[in-house]
């Protein structure tokens, strides 16, 4: 069965502080995305990777195929990106597989 | 509006009833997706449309049914709704199933069913 675990559940920073949010998978996959849940509820997608590393601003998404581990991180971060952070993998020929997600609280 | 979008936002039933959850994208996406969503577990897929006239069951896809006559519409039907099926659903849609093809999700319908 397809699972996708990410670690912490749930995280509460101070704002500046670097953060890290971990995605770990069993299954071979294509890609993997990083999508972020504001607290209204929508969800849009962050990064979309299947090898190395990606910058966007003050977040960077890295993984490791070979050991089936994703990491998202935050520097410098600010209240405003609180919020729900969602792994998903794309399994070879399947359907996206969703993590239970990473609530993050940034206080001022 | 362009973009995707969902209706009811909100909607609240009793047990038993027929409910209708309305998606619809602007975009011709070929792929279209009914997620719900529920505390402790990630979105999990109950239909899924490859193109119009074609579905597939996903990962829960009990006492839900699912139709795609045109492209830019894929209505969810509760047929006969129960407690279990409270939750938040989600519509998505991707223009293609490659890895790099971004799908891009509704506002989310809440739904309770008393």
């Known amino acids: 069965k397809n699972e996708v675990e990410q670690s912490p559940q749930n995280l509460t920073a101070q704002e500046g502080e670097f953060i890290t949010i971990n995605c770990s998978y069993s299954?071979?996959?294509?890609?993997l995305h990083w999508l972020q849940q504001h607290p209204g509820g929508g969800i849009v997608s962050l990064f979309m990777?299947?090898?190395g590393k990606k910058k966007h601003g003050r977040l960077i998404a890295t993984i490791n195929i070979q050991e089936k581990h994703s990491s998202l991180h935050i520097t410098a971060s600010h209240p405003r990106d609180s919020a729900v952070y969602i792994c998903?993998?794309?399994?070879?020929?399947?359907?996206?597989?969703f993590g239970p997600g990473t609530r993050l609280s940034v206080l001022p | 509006d362009a973009g995707i979008t969902q209706s009811p936002r909100y909607k609240i039933t009793e047990t038993g009833r027929q409910v209708t959850l309305m998606c619809h994208q602007t975009?011709?996406?070929?792929?279209m997706f009914w997620y719900r969503q529920d505390l402790g577990h990630g979105l999990r897929l109950i239909y899924y449309?490859?193109?119009?006239?074609?579905?597939d069951k996903g990962e829960v896809p009990d006492g839900y049914v699912v139709s795609r006559s045109k492209t830019e519409n894929f209505p969810l039907t509760l047929e006969s709704a129960t407690r279990s099926q409270t939750s938040v659903y989600f519509c998505?849609?991707?223009?293609?199933?490659?890895?790099?093809?971004?799908?891009?999700f509704g506002p989310g319908t809440r739904l309770t069913v008393l």
């Open positions: 998903a993998v794309l399994p070879y020929g399947q359907n996206f597989v």
């Open positions: 449309s490859a193109a119009a006239d074609i579905t």
């Open positions: 975009w011709s996406h070929s792929y």
């Open positions: 998505a849609s991707r223009s293609g199933e490659g890895p790099y093809n971004e799908q891009f």
């Open positions: 990777l299947s090898s």
């Open positions: 299954v071979g996959i294509s890609a």
